[in-house]
């Protein structure tokens, strides 16, 4: 069968997608690199968060390809696709494919646990106190700075993963895919 | 006889660290206590500069003035060697603290600085107060970043 050019991405998901690409960089330059005071990285985490919560929701009431229940397969269908992936040809998926699904959950997992730790984070300086640092114990919000470093570092990697598989679709199997997620539109088949 | 043998390889450190020579338990205490007696009077100042406590100029100025003393102190006297984490238990100074010495006083120095500004720089009303904690705060979040376990 031939693929069909098709709106795949509906315009409320391309906005979450490229917004939160923002946030979370930002926030995560800002908490390495950003002036002592952190406010702004604050509100660039109670961005993701609300973006996160926008995710939540799309994924039960948003159009087709943004539901869970549409890309969240089961093993026998990811080890299916994992076994023709690299096959120098665009996968024409329409969606996220089986595998990318994983890195979608994953990635949504660790930036929800990021925002929760940084949020109840008491790093001890009397100015970068998370709002919710009181509500929990002095051990929770000393650990709390803890998980936020160990989140920040699972964040690099995944990213780095994210943009490094991007480009293996563009330049091994010759599928753009950052295309789609600008426009919306997307070369797929569906014979299965 | 194996079970006894393992269990002795498996208390003999922890009975090395609780025989730990007890002027490095003490060194780690010191320091720890002088953090402890920092955010005693660092809390106050920002209870007030959040207003969560009404201003009180005499108040702020009694915990500036001890911060102040406390900025005083040498960082040899409570960074004394052998007490990174992993050398002795309960401590959280990375050990790379010991090897940029130099650059640990320039950041307590960093806070001496603050601290000696503060008795003055706190009278006037809230938002004084306000600006000596960022200030002051800057400064435990510089040295804590680099030299704190996380
Ligand atoms: C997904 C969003 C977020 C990302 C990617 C992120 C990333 C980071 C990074 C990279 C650091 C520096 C860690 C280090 O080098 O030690 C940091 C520190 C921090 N973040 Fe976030 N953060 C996020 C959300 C939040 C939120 C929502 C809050 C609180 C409202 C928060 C509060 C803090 C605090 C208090 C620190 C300082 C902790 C320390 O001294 O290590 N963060 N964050």
């Known amino acids: 069968m031939e693929p069909v050019r098709e709106k795949l991405w509906d315009p409320a998901l391309r906005a979450f997608h490229w917004l939160l690409a923002f946030f979370v960089i930002a926030a995560w330059v800002l908490g390495k690199f950003g002036p002592a005071n952190m406010w702004l990285h604050f509100w660039c985490g109670y961005a993701v968060a609300g973006l996160l919560v926008f995710r939540l929701i799309w994924g039960f ?132 | 006889m194996r079970l006894i043998l393992a269990a002795a390889f498996a208390v003999t450190p922890a009975l090395a660290l609780a025989q730990d020579d007890s002027a490095v338990q003490d060194a780690l205490k010191a320091r720890q206590g002088y953090m402890a007696a920092i955010s005693a009077n660092m809390g106050p100042l920002a209870a007030m500069a959040k207003g969560d406590v009404a201003y009180d100029e005499a108040q702020a100025v009694f915990h500036a003035n001890n911060l102040a003393a406390l900025g005083n102190y040498e960082v040899e006297m409570h960074f004394l060697p052998d007490t990174a984490q992993g050398q002795v238990e309960g401590s959280h100074a990375l050990p790379k603290l010991w090897d940029n010495l130099d650059d640990v006083r320039a950041k307590h120095e960093d806070f001496k600085v603050a601290a000696a500004a503060a008795p003055e720089g706190v009278k006037g009303g809230q938002a004084q107060v306000g600006a000596v904690v960022q200030s002051l705060g800057g400064t435990c979040k510089a040295c804590h970043d680099n030299y704190r376990a996380k």
């Open chain 1, 61 to 192: 009431v948003g159009p087709e390809p943004a539901r869970f229940r549409h890309f969240l397969t089961g093993p026998g269908k990811m080890l299916r696709y994992a076994r023709g992936m690299f096959r120098r040809v665009p996968s024409y998926w329409p969606g996220h494919n089986p595998l990318g699904a994983l890195s979608v959950i994953a990635m949504l997992l660790v930036l929800a646990a990021q925002v929760g730790s940084g949020l109840v984070s008491d790093p001890d300086d009397f100015i970068n106190v998370g709002p919710l640092a009181g509500q929990v114990s002095q051990a929770t919000s000393r650990a709390a700075v803890g998980w936020h470093n160990l989140g920040a570092v699972l964040i690099l990697a995944l990213v780095i993963l994210h943009v490094g598989v991007i480009l293996f679709y563009r330049f091994w199997k010759r599928e753009d895919l950052v295309r789609p997620m600008l426009t919306g539109w997307k070369l797929v088949r569906r014979d299965d």
